[in-house]
């Protein structure tokens, strides 16, 4: 079930602070607080979905399309396009997920293991 209390839901109701770098109606894009990269940017779409798991099965087609089209954006806005960049997403708590609000990690700055 889908916590309204958890980090994320706060931080898009604006109810937490965030470093925030790109919003728009569908999704915010925010600096992680702990970053392992030197760049480490969250993408989270506004809807209430736990996981990336979830918002494959419940958002759509429109709304997903655009989360991607748009973390492709955010990409080219840092300057990650040659440099090169991970996306990913942990889903569960066994695959390390801590907020359970959607969101992918935008990894770049190093050279990653
Ligand atoms: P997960 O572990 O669920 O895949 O990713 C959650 C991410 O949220 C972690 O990388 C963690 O550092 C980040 N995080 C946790 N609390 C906050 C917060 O209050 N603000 C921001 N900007 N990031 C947070």
């Keep these: 079930m889908y916590d309204d209390n958890n980090i994320f839901a706060k931080i898009?109701?604006?109810e937490m602070d965030s470093d925030k770098i790109y919003e728009d109606d569908k999704l915010i894009a925010i600096h992680d607080a702990y970053p392992t990269a030197p760049i480490h940017v969250l993408?989270?779409?506004k809807g209430k979905y736990i996981s990336f798991h979830d918002f494959m099965e419940n958002a759509a087609a429109e709304e997903i399309a655009h989360f991607f089209k748009t973390t492709k954006q955010i990409a080219?806005?840092?300057n990650l396009g040659d440099k090169g960049y991970r996306i990913l997403a942990n889903i569960?708590?066994?695959a390390g997920q801590t907020v359970f609000h959607?969101?992918?990690?935008?990894?770049?700055?190093?050279t990653l293991q």
């Design 102 to 110: 959607m969101h992918l990690h935008i990894l770049s700055g190093k």
């Design 12 to 14: 898009i109701r604006g």
């Design 92 to 94: 569960g708590k066994t």
């Design 76 to 78: 080219e806005m840092l």
């Design 43 to 45: 993408v989270i779409p």
